[in-house]
């Protein structure tokens, strides 16, 4: 069963403008991490930020915010201010840890482009 | 080291060679995870070492696949008898748990894979 899904194959986004990637994921368990990375045209995983299932807030870091909302298993990425080298491939991940278990699976991803 | 390092970065090879490929993480991080990537695909779980502990090989697609890591240091994926579909890139990561970031797993820049 797909336990991450990003709905969203592509996204368009005017430069300046804030844009939302959606994330929603699947897990019984109540301690896990959902994690945002972006990967550029050069191929390389940059790690943009991390949510744990407890934090009280939604993280932040820096033009990177996480929507995280619980109860409907969403944790949506809002990139603010997009800039053209935001143009690159996202992907949403969760971490599920359990006695025999430890795993770090990632969603399908969302190519944005970003338009001058 | 500074990052993940992975070699080859790039390796042709024969259908029905053996090919290795090797990951050294970064110091001090006690996972290691091993990705496939193939071409405008998302990230398909291979394999996870955490220290001595046994590896979860729940992603390994097939018996031609096998890995190894020493303690928690250098891994090594092998995957015996090539075949065209193997061709993808192969992403090796590591992580050690922070209160801030939780278990960020931070990349290499890849194994490209390529079987002729």
């Known amino acids: 069963a797909q336990k991450i899904t990003q709905t969203q194959p592509g996204m368009f986004v005017q430069e300046k403008e804030a844009v939302t990637l959606d994330c929603t994921y699947d897990?019984?368990?109540?301690?896990?991490?959902l994690f945002w990375y972006k990967q550029p045209s050069s191929g390389e995983m940059i790690f943009l930020i991390y949510q744990g299932s407890y934090d009280q807030q939604n993280a932040t870091e820096g033009r990177y915010s996480l929507n995280f909302q619980k109860a409907r298993k969403s944790a949506n990425l809002v990139i603010s201010a997009s800039q053209l080298g935001d143009s690159a491939m996202y992907f949403c991940a969760m971490r599920e840890r359990k006695t025999s278990y430890d795993k770090v699976i990632f969603g399908p991803g969302t190519s944005l482009s970003v338009i001058p | 080291g500074a990052g993940v390092s992975q070699s080859p970065s790039n390796k042709v090879t024969e259908k029905g060679k053996d090919v290795e490929l090797r990951c050294d993480p970064i110091s001090g991080h006690t996972a290691l995870y091993w990705y496939r990537q193939r071409l405008g695909q998302g990230l398909e779980f291979l394999i996870y070492f955490q220290g001595n502990s046994a590896p979860d090989k729940s992603g390994l697609p097939s018996d031609r696949f096998s890995a190894e890591r020493t303690g928690e240091s250098v891994s090594t994926l092998t995957i015996q008898r090539t075949q065209q579909e193997d061709s993808a890139v192969y992403l090796c990561?590591?992580?050690?748990?922070?209160?801030?970031?939780?278990?960020?797993?931070?990349f290499g820049e890849g194994s490209w894979l390529t079987v002729v």
């Open positions: 897990t019984s368990d109540p301690s896990y991490g």
């Open positions: 990561a590591s992580s050690y748990w922070t209160a801030s970031s939780g278990n960020t797993i931070y």
